[in-house]
């Protein structure tokens, strides 16, 4: 299986928001939240059926990843992308 790992930084207001999200729950205490992560598709290998997609966040260099999204699959259609 091919792996391709990338390491991202948040821009100033990717950090402003994740700022405000992590005031309100701790905050607020809520039972669930969203969270979401914006991850395009550069390039695909030819004949790709599927990816798996994880995504971990650290706040800080001196912490711990925290796992966000741990083995999501997405399926593809090769009809759909002309092949």
Do not use: H
Request: hydrophobic fraction near 45%.
């Amino acid at each position: 299986m091919a792996v391709s790992t990338y390491t991202l930084a948040l821009s100033p207001s990717g950090a402003s928001r994740l700022r405000s999200a992590q005031q309100f729950v701790l905050a607020e205490n809520p039972d669930n939240f969203e969270f979401g992560v914006y991850a395009p598709l550069a390039k695909m290998p030819a004949g790709a059926r599927e990816i798996t997609f994880w995504a971990d966040l650290r706040l800080s260099s001196k912490e711990q990843y925290m796992p966000l999204i741990d083995g999501a699959k997405f399926m593809f259609d090769a009809r759909a992308a002309g092949g």
